[in-house]
């Protein structure tokens, strides 16, 4: 399992654009999130700052997802990001 941080509103954007392709249901259970998208989301909040993890479960899915939403991700400031 890989886990990727975002910015609260770079995941707004990541969703909007799912929900076109994806319906809602989709979003409303973990197990369908890991089953079709190969992710589950988790909010986490420190120092009052909400955040956003992506648990990947399939690396084939994880590298799609990057291809495609690469130019919305937003890395939040506080998180080193190491892409090795």
Do not use: C
Not at 36 to 61: A, Q, T
């Amino acid at each position: 399992m890989s886990t990727m941080k975002l910015t609260l509103d770079s995941w707004k954007k990541i969703k909007k654009d799912l929900l076109k392709t994806h319906p809602q249901k989709t979003f409303m259970l973990k197990a369908n999130m890991k089953s079709i998208l190969g992710f589950i989301v988790r909010y986490s909040n420190p120092n009052h700052e909400v955040f956003i993890n992506l648990d990947f479960f399939d690396e084939r899915k994880r590298t799609l997802f990057l291809m495609q939403y690469s130019d919305m991700i937003e890395y939040p400031k506080t998180t080193q990001h190491n892409p090795l």
